[in-house]
């Protein structure tokens, strides 16, 4: 198989990265998650706990500072506009996604990689979602998460991924059009999974 760059976005609590990971060591690739905030802190000098506290969030005291400055806020890259922390971190990221393509196979979790890597690199991108009930009963076993805040966090951690992506790339996080393979976590367990998206970046590698 010739090189091959998997991007995997993830509704929070579906298993992605967890899926991801597991995908990479049954390739022998590389795999970059949490990953990135490493480089980023060594690159910025911006603290791991800002990083981490703004890694795929785009919240609303974002869209609230945007609104007020509404010259900036129909283009992140206008020259003229206040350069936020989260700015400077999703260009070092976007850097760093592009270099790390540039090197070989990989799988990369989240933070806009399909959209990034789209007009410059080829990719297997997949989009895992799973309905709500399994992914509370995901983040409450394996993320330590209290049951009576766990669908709010579901969500809001999700609407925080939409935002940033739609304010970075102008695509829309989740559409389906913008996947090469969507798949329930929720229906399939995380082998059957991997098998799949396995299988499905064989066959598209033929092409």
Wanted: hydrophobic share 35%; with cysteine.
């Amino acid at each position: 198989m010739k090189n091959i760059i998997i991007t995997i976005s993830r509704q929070y609590g579906s298993g992605g990265r967890f899926i991801g990971e597991r995908i990479a060591k049954k390739l022998n690739i590389g795999f970059y998650d949490k990953e990135f905030i490493d480089v980023v802190v060594q690159k910025t000098g911006i603290s791991r706990e800002t990083i981490e506290a703004k890694d795929e969030k785009f919240t609303n005291d974002n869209i609230f500072f945007n609104a007020f400055n509404k010259k900036h806020f129909l283009s992140p890259f206008n020259n003229d506009m206040t350069y936020s922390i989260l700015d400077k971190i999703f260009d070092i990221q976007s850097e760093i996604i592009k270099d790390i393509a540039d090197k070989g196979s990989c799988i990369m979790i989240g933070r806009c990689a399909s959209f990034i890597l789209k007009e410059t690199h080829k990719c297997f991108n997949v989009f895992i979602h799973a309905p709500i009930k399994n992914r509370i009963e995901r983040i409450t076993k394996q993320y330590g998460i209290e049951i009576e805040n766990a669908e709010s966090q579901l969500k809001n951690t999700d609407l925080y991924r939409y935002n940033y992506c739609k304010y970075y790339t102008g695509e829309e996080w989740g559409n389906m059009v913008n996947y090469n393979l969507t798949i329930d976590s929720g229906y399939f367990d995380d082998e059957e999974i991997c098998n799949i998206i396995i299988k499905s970046v064989k066959e598209a590698d033929k092409k």
